[in-house]
């Protein structure tokens, strides 16, 4: 089962401690799987929608406003 993402998927922090060399968390998945992607690595934690990844310590916008 493939799932598709609202706006495109990144990888996680925990996929990129499982696999530093390939995945950086907040980066792009590949590019073949970036808008549908195998939905046995979501439910495993190791990618999220862009639109719902926050980074440690990374502040958003509306947090200011």
């Keep these: 089962m493939m799932v598709k993402a609202q706006t495109h998927w990144v990888w ?3 996929a ?3 696999n530093p ?3 950086k968390a907040g ?3 590949w590019p ?3 808008y549908d992607a ?3 690595w ?3 934690g190791i990618i999220i929608d862009s639109s719902e990844f926050k980074k440690t310590g ?3 916008l509306f947090e200011y406003l």
């Design 16 to 18: 990129e401690k499982e």
């Design 12 to 14: 996680t922090e925990k």
């Design 21 to 23: 060399q390939r995945s």
């Design 27 to 29: 980066v792009p998945i």
């Design 58 to 60: 990374q502040a958003d």
């Design 32 to 34: 073949h799987y970036m």
């Design 42 to 44: 979501l439910e495993d």
């Design 38 to 40: 195998p939905g046995k």
